[in-house]
Nanobody
Framework: QVQLVESGGGLVQPGGSLRLSCVAS????????MAWYRQGLGKQRESVAH???????SYADAVKGRFTISRDNAKNTVYLQMNRLKPEDTAVYYC?????????WGQGTQVTVSA
């Protein structure tokens, strides 16, 4: 069982930045996808950013050019750098990792973008 712990959420003004972190309890070499999702109040969970084990990244259209997913294998950590934040980015952000036969989720971290 992989444990994922997210951090870095908080309250930020529109146009500001935050960096989310997701620390895994195991080395990430066995994960073939690492991703961030978000769920706004009353909305369905949606994909934000994905990274494959080879380093290929993909982003939702709503965040393309503003968000960047990255990882530090030595720290077993996946990051989501969020710039030029908008009120519509307000949501609980979840880390997800996938390996053969299993998918794991963190507990989520709240991001609120408001003046």
């Amino acid at each position: 069982q992989v444990q994922l712990v997210e951090s870095g959420g908080g309250l930020v003004q529109p146009g500001g930045s935050l960096r989310l972190s997701c620390v895994a309890s195991e080395r990430m070499f066995g994960f073939y996808v690492m991703a961030w999702y978000r769920q706004g109040l009353g909305k369905q969970r949606e994909s934000v950013a994905h990274m494959t084990s080879e380093g290929t990244t993909s982003y939702a259209d709503a965040v393309k050019g503003r968000f960047t997913i990255s990882r530090d294998n030595a720290k077993n950590t996946v990051y989501l750098q969020m710039n030029r934040l908008k009120p519509e980015d307000t949501a609980v952000y979840y880390c997800n990792v996938v390996r053969v036969g299993a998918s794991y989720w963190g507990q989520g971290t709240q991001v609120t973008v408001s003046a």
